[in-house]
């Protein structure tokens, strides 16, 4: 049995935009964070500093990526920067945590995971927020959204939702009565 088109048309929403903006309050949130426990320490390295003013500068990038499709197209670029910050700190934060040790057990891996006071996996966020404005590139880019094509593929599969896709949203004119 063939699918009918839906009679209305899909509403494209402005993803790029979208991750942008959440991308946004995830550095913020993070710059906040960092700084708070960067510039706790006494005697703190100049390293420290580094993800602290990235945050910051990739706050202001993608708030203006949220705001221009021209620069939507180069968000790649402060994906891949915080890809790679995220993982040097990671690295440097899994050696302070296990560097010296000579033997290392579950418990005491499990010890440090989550009560050391510098984080061991705490950088990997900012990696993973940089992957996420990968796909800032890829939404813009790509024809269809991936949402339409999962409700099509849905509509497919289930009747039901088949049915309430078709449905007409529209108030009725007043030559078509309304049924209630």
Not at 2 to 16: A, Y
Not at 125 to 148: D, H, K, Q, R, S
Request: hydrophobic share 55%.
């Amino acid at each position: 049995m063939l699918h009918k088109e839906p009679s209305h048309p899909i509403i494209r929403f402005p993803w790029g935009a979208l991750i942008a903006l959440y991308s946004a309050i995830t550095f913020f949130m993070l710059g906040i964070d960092m700084a708070l426990l960067h510039f706790g320490y006494r005697h703190y390295h100049f390293m420290a500093v580094m993800p602290v003013v990235f945050c910051l500068v990739a706050t202001i990038i993608s708030v203006a990526t949220a705001f221009s499709r021209r620069l939507r197209r180069q968000a790649w670029v402060t994906g891949v920067l915080a890809m790679v910050v995220g993982l040097v700190g990671t690295v440097i934060h899994l050696e302070i945590a296990f560097g010296n040790m000579k033997e290392i057990t579950l418990a005491i891996l499990l010890e440090r995971l989550i009560f050391d006071p510098r984080p061991p996996l705490a950088p990997a966020a900012l990696a993973g927020t940089g992957l996420l404005l990968l796909f800032i590139t890829w939404a813009e880019a790509w024809p269809v959204p991936l949402l339409a094509r999962w409700l099509g593929l849905a509509a497919r599969r289930f009747p039901w939702f088949a049915r309430m896709l078709d449905r007409d949203d529209q108030a009725p004119t007043a030559s078509e009565p309304s049924v209630r």
